[in-house]
Protein backbone atom coordinates (compact mmCIF):
# COMPACT_ATOMS: atom_id res chain seq x y z
CA UNK A 1 0.00 0.00 0.00
CA UNK A 2 2.46 2.47 0.95
CA UNK A 3 4.61 1.84 -2.53
CA UNK A 4 1.62 2.50 -3.96
CA UNK A 5 1.07 5.53 -2.47
CA UNK A 6 4.40 7.28 -2.90
CA UNK A 7 3.67 6.00 -7.21
CA UNK A 8 0.68 7.77 -6.92
CA UNK A 9 2.12 10.65 -5.61
CA UNK A 10 4.69 10.66 -7.80
CA UNK A 11 2.42 10.59 -10.64
CA UNK A 12 0.62 13.69 -9.51
CA UNK A 13 3.83 15.59 -9.17
CA UNK A 14 5.08 14.66 -12.66
CA UNK A 15 1.72 15.66 -14.18
CA UNK A 16 2.04 18.79 -12.08
CA UNK A 17 5.36 19.58 -13.65
CA UNK A 18 3.87 19.04 -16.93
CA UNK A 19 1.49 21.47 -16.71
CA UNK A 20 3.59 24.31 -15.38
CA UNK A 21 5.67 23.69 -17.95
CA UNK A 22 8.24 21.54 -16.99
CA UNK A 23 10.13 24.46 -15.26
CA UNK A 24 11.53 24.98 -11.28
CA UNK A 25 9.22 27.08 -9.38
CA UNK A 26 11.32 30.60 -9.66
CA UNK A 27 12.10 32.37 -6.33
CA UNK A 28 14.25 35.55 -5.16
CA UNK A 29 16.60 36.34 -2.78
CA UNK A 30 19.68 37.90 -1.82
CA UNK A 31 23.31 37.25 -0.66
CA UNK A 32 24.82 38.35 2.28
CA UNK A 33 26.41 41.20 0.13
CA UNK A 34 22.81 41.95 -0.59
CA UNK A 35 23.34 41.11 -4.08
CA UNK A 36 20.07 40.04 -5.82
CA UNK A 37 19.26 36.49 -7.59
CA UNK A 38 16.51 34.85 -8.68
CA UNK A 39 15.57 30.65 -9.50
CA UNK A 40 16.67 27.60 -7.65
CA UNK A 41 20.46 27.94 -8.09
CA UNK A 42 20.74 31.63 -7.26
CA UNK A 43 21.48 32.75 -10.97
CA UNK A 44 22.42 36.79 -10.25
CA UNK A 45 19.80 39.20 -11.90
CA UNK A 46 20.87 40.80 -14.67
CA UNK A 47 20.59 44.41 -14.31
CA UNK A 48 20.84 47.02 -17.05
CA UNK A 49 24.41 49.31 -16.82
CA UNK A 50 23.88 52.65 -16.52
CA UNK A 51 24.84 54.72 -19.70
CA UNK A 52 27.54 56.80 -18.56
CA UNK A 53 26.90 60.37 -18.35
CA UNK A 54 27.86 62.34 -21.54
CA UNK A 55 30.75 64.95 -21.30
CA UNK A 56 29.36 68.31 -22.60
CA UNK A 57 30.60 69.69 -25.22
CA UNK A 58 32.28 73.52 -24.75
CA UNK A 59 29.42 75.90 -25.88
CA UNK A 60 31.05 78.14 -28.56
CA UNK A 61 31.20 82.14 -28.13
CA UNK A 62 28.66 83.46 -28.96
CA UNK A 63 28.68 86.04 -31.71
CA UNK A 64 27.16 89.13 -31.70
CA UNK A 65 23.88 89.36 -33.54
CA UNK A 66 23.28 93.40 -33.43
CA UNK A 67 23.32 95.22 -36.54
CA UNK A 68 27.03 96.17 -37.33
CA UNK A 69 26.34 100.18 -36.50
CA UNK A 70 24.78 99.43 -33.07
CA UNK A 71 27.91 96.88 -32.47
CA UNK A 72 30.61 99.59 -33.35
CA UNK A 73 28.94 102.18 -31.97
CA UNK A 74 28.98 99.90 -28.40
CA UNK A 75 32.95 99.12 -28.95
CA UNK A 76 34.52 101.78 -27.83
CA UNK A 77 37.99 101.01 -28.83
CA UNK A 78 40.88 103.47 -29.18
CA UNK A 79 43.13 104.31 -32.74
CA UNK A 80 45.88 101.81 -32.73
CA UNK A 81 48.14 104.20 -33.97
CA UNK A 82 48.20 107.25 -30.82
CA UNK A 83 46.67 110.47 -32.76
CA UNK A 84 45.76 109.28 -35.87
CA UNK A 85 42.07 109.32 -37.35
CA UNK A 86 40.56 106.84 -39.75
CA UNK A 87 41.38 107.82 -43.07
CA UNK A 88 38.69 109.23 -45.72
CA UNK A 89 40.36 107.86 -48.85
CA UNK A 90 38.27 104.81 -48.86
CA UNK A 91 40.57 103.26 -50.74
CA UNK A 92 42.32 102.32 -47.50
CA UNK A 93 39.23 101.08 -45.43
CA UNK A 94 37.27 97.36 -45.58
CA UNK A 95 35.57 97.00 -49.24
CA UNK A 96 37.93 98.54 -51.90
CA UNK A 97 39.16 96.65 -54.46
CA UNK A 98 42.97 95.20 -54.51
CA UNK A 99 43.60 94.44 -57.86
CA UNK A 100 47.00 93.12 -57.85
CA UNK A 101 45.57 90.23 -55.39
CA UNK A 102 42.01 90.13 -57.24
CA UNK A 103 40.79 90.34 -54.16
CA UNK A 104 38.90 93.07 -51.41
CA UNK A 105 40.46 94.63 -48.64
CA UNK A 106 39.24 93.65 -45.14
CA UNK A 107 40.68 96.20 -42.65
CA UNK A 108 41.90 99.84 -42.19
CA UNK A 109 45.24 100.85 -43.07
CA UNK A 110 46.83 103.59 -41.30
CA UNK A 111 49.72 105.29 -43.19
CA UNK A 112 50.27 107.19 -46.71
CA UNK A 113 50.09 110.34 -45.40
CA UNK A 114 46.35 109.70 -44.50
CA UNK A 115 45.65 109.51 -40.85
CA UNK A 116 46.97 112.55 -39.47
CA UNK A 117 50.10 111.17 -37.90
CA UNK A 118 53.27 110.21 -39.39
CA UNK A 119 53.85 106.93 -39.95
CA UNK A 120 56.79 104.83 -40.37
CA UNK A 121 58.76 101.97 -39.73
CA UNK A 122 58.99 101.79 -35.68
CA UNK A 123 55.57 103.56 -35.36
CA UNK A 124 54.40 102.27 -32.33
CA UNK A 125 51.02 99.82 -32.36
CA UNK A 126 48.77 99.99 -29.44
CA UNK A 127 45.84 97.68 -28.46
CA UNK A 128 42.49 98.83 -29.67
CA UNK A 129 41.12 97.37 -26.28
CA UNK A 130 41.63 95.05 -23.84
CA UNK A 131 41.96 91.10 -24.27
CA UNK A 132 44.16 88.21 -24.78
CA UNK A 133 46.54 87.60 -27.08
CA UNK A 134 45.92 84.66 -29.42
CA UNK A 135 48.35 85.26 -32.09
CA UNK A 136 51.54 86.67 -32.42
CA UNK A 137 54.15 86.01 -35.16
CA UNK A 138 57.39 86.09 -32.62
CA UNK A 139 59.52 83.70 -35.35
CA UNK A 140 58.05 85.40 -38.86
CA UNK A 141 59.74 84.42 -41.98
CA UNK A 142 59.04 86.80 -45.12
CA UNK A 143 57.86 85.21 -48.08
CA UNK A 144 60.38 85.27 -50.90
CA UNK A 145 60.12 87.05 -53.76
CA UNK A 146 59.21 83.51 -55.97
CA UNK A 147 56.61 82.65 -53.41
CA UNK A 148 54.83 86.04 -53.51
CA UNK A 149 54.93 85.63 -57.32
CA UNK A 150 53.00 82.42 -56.68
CA UNK A 151 50.61 83.91 -54.46
CA UNK A 152 49.59 86.44 -56.87
CA UNK A 153 49.73 84.04 -59.88
CA UNK A 154 47.25 81.82 -57.78
CA UNK A 155 44.93 84.53 -56.92
CA UNK A 156 45.15 85.98 -60.79
CA UNK A 157 44.12 82.49 -61.73
CA UNK A 158 41.58 82.28 -59.26
CA UNK A 159 40.06 85.55 -58.99
CA UNK A 160 40.47 86.12 -55.35
CA UNK A 161 42.49 85.58 -52.59
CA UNK A 162 42.59 82.13 -50.33
CA UNK A 163 43.03 82.35 -47.33
CA UNK A 164 46.11 80.97 -46.78
CA UNK A 165 47.58 83.48 -49.44
CA UNK A 166 45.50 86.45 -47.49
CA UNK A 167 47.21 85.13 -44.22
CA UNK A 168 50.97 85.54 -45.61
CA UNK A 169 50.03 88.91 -47.38
CA UNK A 170 49.05 90.22 -44.03
CA UNK A 171 52.96 89.63 -42.72
CA UNK A 172 54.09 89.35 -39.00
CA UNK A 173 50.63 90.01 -37.20
CA UNK A 174 49.35 90.20 -33.70
CA UNK A 175 45.72 89.15 -32.84
CA UNK A 176 43.96 89.97 -29.67
CA UNK A 177 40.42 88.63 -28.66
CA UNK A 178 38.05 90.62 -26.60
CA UNK A 179 35.37 88.15 -26.16
CA UNK A 180 32.17 87.35 -27.58
CA UNK A 181 33.61 86.38 -30.87
CA UNK A 182 35.71 89.51 -31.53
CA UNK A 183 38.91 89.73 -32.39
CA UNK A 184 41.20 92.97 -33.31
CA UNK A 185 43.85 92.03 -35.95
CA UNK A 186 47.15 93.99 -36.35
CA UNK A 187 49.43 93.33 -39.68
CA UNK A 188 52.24 94.08 -41.72
CA UNK A 189 54.09 94.48 -38.43
CA UNK A 190 57.81 94.90 -38.15
CA UNK A 191 58.52 93.31 -35.12
CA UNK A 192 56.18 92.53 -31.49
CA UNK A 193 56.48 94.57 -28.23
CA UNK A 194 58.49 93.03 -25.73
CA UNK A 195 56.74 90.29 -23.74
CA UNK A 196 53.89 90.17 -26.24
CA UNK A 197 53.45 86.07 -26.51
CA UNK A 198 50.25 83.70 -26.86
CA UNK A 199 48.31 84.13 -23.99
CA UNK A 200 49.25 87.38 -22.46
CA UNK A 201 46.46 89.55 -20.92
CA UNK A 202 46.63 93.00 -22.38
CA UNK A 203 44.81 96.02 -21.67
CA UNK A 204 43.91 99.02 -24.27
CA UNK A 205 46.16 100.99 -25.18
CA UNK A 206 49.14 98.68 -24.16
CA UNK A 207 51.77 98.58 -26.87
CA UNK A 208 51.68 95.28 -28.44
CA UNK A 209 54.06 95.91 -31.50
CA UNK A 210 55.49 98.32 -34.24
CA UNK A 211 54.87 99.33 -37.62
CA UNK A 212 56.26 97.52 -40.25
CA UNK A 213 55.72 96.47 -44.23
CA UNK A 214 56.08 92.50 -43.79
CA UNK A 215 54.01 90.81 -46.42
CA UNK A 216 53.36 93.36 -48.55
CA UNK A 217 54.44 92.48 -52.36
CA UNK A 218 56.04 95.62 -54.42
CA UNK A 219 52.68 95.36 -56.92
CA UNK A 220 50.94 96.14 -53.85
CA UNK A 221 51.61 98.91 -51.44
CA UNK A 222 55.81 98.75 -52.50
CA UNK A 223 57.67 100.37 -49.49
CA UNK A 224 55.15 102.36 -47.78
CA UNK A 225 54.89 101.11 -43.88
CA UNK A 226 51.44 100.97 -42.76
CA UNK A 227 49.26 99.14 -39.87
CA UNK A 228 46.55 97.01 -41.00
CA UNK A 229 44.08 96.55 -38.28
CA UNK A 230 40.98 94.95 -38.67
CA UNK A 231 38.23 94.41 -36.46
CA UNK A 232 36.62 90.50 -36.69
CA UNK A 233 33.17 89.55 -35.52
CA UNK A 234 33.49 85.50 -36.10
CA UNK A 235 33.92 84.45 -39.12
CA UNK A 236 33.48 87.88 -40.68
CA UNK A 237 34.85 91.16 -41.08
CA UNK A 238 33.60 94.63 -39.38
CA UNK A 239 32.17 96.57 -42.51
CA UNK A 240 31.55 92.83 -44.90
CA UNK A 241 29.33 93.63 -47.74
CA UNK A 242 29.11 97.11 -47.01
CA UNK A 243 30.31 99.92 -49.39
CA UNK A 244 33.53 101.86 -48.05
CA UNK A 245 32.05 104.74 -47.38
CA UNK A 246 29.67 102.82 -44.80
CA UNK A 247 32.04 100.72 -43.80
CA UNK A 248 34.61 103.68 -42.96
CA UNK A 249 31.49 105.19 -40.70
CA UNK A 250 31.54 101.84 -38.92
CA UNK A 251 35.11 102.10 -38.29
CA UNK A 252 34.63 105.78 -36.81
CA UNK A 253 32.05 104.74 -34.69
CA UNK A 254 34.25 101.42 -33.41
CA UNK A 255 37.18 103.61 -32.71
CA UNK A 256 35.81 106.57 -30.73
CA UNK A 257 36.65 105.16 -27.04
CA UNK A 258 39.02 106.76 -24.82
CA UNK A 259 41.31 105.22 -22.85
Known amino acids: MAKRNIFVWL ?8 MSGCSWPRISNTNAAGNAFEGP ?3 PIKT ?3 APTAVPTQTPTPVPTVPPQVLASRLGFIMPVKGAHVPEWLDLVPGAKRGYRSGTHEGVDFGYNAVGVTVRVGTQVLASG ?3 VVRADLNYREPTSQEMDAILARSARQGDTSADDLDKLRGRQVWIDHGQ ?4 RYAHLDRTATGITVG ?3 SKGQLIAYVGNSGVPNDGAGDSPHLHFEIRIGDSYLGQGLTPARARDLYVQALSGKK
Do not use: D, I, S
Request: charged share 0%.
Open 11 to 18: VLLGALFA
Open 41 to 43: FFT
Open 48 to 50: ATP
Open 130 to 132: GGV
Open 181 to 184: GLVT
Open 200 to 202: TQV
